[in-house]
């Protein structure tokens, strides 16, 4: 079964430009999930989907940071202006439903200069 | 979700059982006890979980204290390819109608030596 697929694995921007990552979940999988992990930390939860439409996007930066589940399948979450403050992993995970086991994938490096 | 505490770093040697361990003292009656782990380079995975009852899966072992308020995640017998960092979660099916995202603390470093 192939696993939860993102592109790029790696992202050098400068401050202010814009970027965009790409998600595909697992086959079948109706819950997909947008981290944000930082440098000695722990992964953050920025946004939750069910199919298409959100679940939690409570800590998500609405001001820059929007993603968006077209057809309930494949997702994008976009950046926009980017701040030094953004160099991060963003790690996509997806489930077959809430509370279920989720799984990651190998996330994009983000390194804002 | 309620918190946890871990100690930042542990260190084993090869091929010896590794106990690494939670404390959740605020814990309520419908949490879950989640352990996930975070290879170099990789996202994380999904190692076990459990609510009362001691639990055994082909990747690890999960003890839980009898008050609820600890639990230890036991590696029978650790390999280099162990070496991660492990996050132990609390997540309650019943609460935030259907929101569960996973909060993440910043787990134990585990090393292993050869």
């Known amino acids: 079964e192939a696993g939860v697929a993102q592109s790029p694995r790696y992202k050098i921007i400068e401050k202010r430009q814009s970027v965009a990552f790409w998600c595909n979940p697992i086959s079948g999988h109706a819950t997909l999930y947008w981290y944000q992990q930082i440098l000695g930390q722990g992964p953050k939860l920025l946004i939750q989907?069910?199919?298409?439409?959100?679940?939690?996007d409570s800590q998500l930066p609405k001001d820059r940071f929007s993603a968006e589940r077209l057809k309930g399948v494949d997702s994008t979450l976009k950046i926009q202006p980017a701040k030094l403050e953004d160099s991060a992993v963003y790690l996509c995970?997806?489930?077959?439903?809430?509370?279920?086991?989720?799984?990651f994938g190998p996330g994009t490096r983000l390194t804002v200069l | 979700d309620a918190k946890t505490t871990q100690p930042n770093s542990m260190e084993s040697n090869e091929e010896e059982p590794v106990h690494l361990p939670c404390n959740h003292s605020t814990i309520s009656g419908t949490d879950y006890i989640h352990w996930y782990r975070q290879l170099p380079s990789q996202g994380p995975e999904y190692v076990i979980h459990?609510?009362?009852s001691n639990v055994n899966n082909r990747m690890a072992s999960l003890a839980i204290a009898e008050d609820r308020k600890s639990s230890t995640l036991i590696l029978h017998r650790a390999t280099l390819r162990d070496a991660a960092v492990y996050y132990c979660i609390l997540r309650d099916p019943n609460s935030g109608g259907g929101a569960d995202g996973l909060t993440f603390g910043k787990g134990t470093h585990l090393i292993i030596q050869p």
């Open positions: 989907f069910q199919n298409n439409g959100v679940v939690d």
């Open positions: 995970a997806s489930s077959l439903g809430p509370y279920n086991e989720q799984f």
């Open positions: 459990g609510l009362t």
